[in-house]
């Protein structure tokens, strides 16, 4: 008797170009990924400037509490003076090390939520920024509390109206060696 044969649909051979093509493709992806880009510019005899500076964030933070009616001359110098005294006390020079981030904690009283503090923590840093120059380009992040542990230690942020600062440094050097894990 004569048999009929069926033709199989899926024949390794109709999936071997696929393969190529996919590999071909992965290949160019990760050839075009490890070209190196050169650009040059004709070298004058003038100076040649340096990399800017990396900074790597301490995690040694530390609590600034935020005086009433915060403005420039009320406030924001003492501000600034905490943190002057906080990087002279590492052995940091001002141009070593600045502050990297500031996290504002916004005190409530008992009859409010959190959620109140944090809301006049927001208020509070467009007159941060404005009282304390080194925070104009400094992350800023805002929290609700009546205490924070700072650096291991309890700190009092306070009632209604109350403001604690915890500040974490940039420091531009060696490798810093701090236990992050408290």
Not at 117 to 142: C, I, S
Not at 173 to 180: I, R, S, V
Request: glycine fraction near 14%; proline fraction near 4%.
């Amino acid at each position: 008797m004569f048999r009929r044969r069926r033709k199989s649909s899926g024949s390794g051979e109709d999936g071997a170009g696929w393969i190529y093509a996919d590999l071909f493709l992965a290949l160019m992806i990760v050839g075009l990924g490890s070209a190196v880009i050169t650009s040059s510019s004709p070298t004058s005899g003038a100076a040649t400037t340096s990399a800017p500076p990396t900074f790597q964030l301490s995690c040694a933070e530390f609590p600034v509490k935020v005086p009433g009616n915060l403005s420039r001359t009320n406030g924001g110098t003492q501000i600034e003076a905490v943190i002057t005294s906080e990087i002279s006390k590492r052995g940091w020079s001002g141009e070593s090390a600045k502050p990297g981030l500031v996290i504002v904690f916004g005190g409530f009283s008992g009859s409010e939520t959190a959620g109140a503090g944090d809301r006049r923590a927001q208020n509070l840093r467009a007159a941060l920024r404005a009282a304390v120059p080194p925070f104009q380009q400094v992350e800023m992040r805002t929290g609700g509390a009546q205490n924070v542990t700072v650096n291991g230690v309890s700190s009092g942020v306070g009632g209604a109206g109350s403001f604690l600062l915890v500040v974490y440094l940039l420091f531009n050097g060696a490798a810093l060696t701090e236990d992050c894990t408290r």
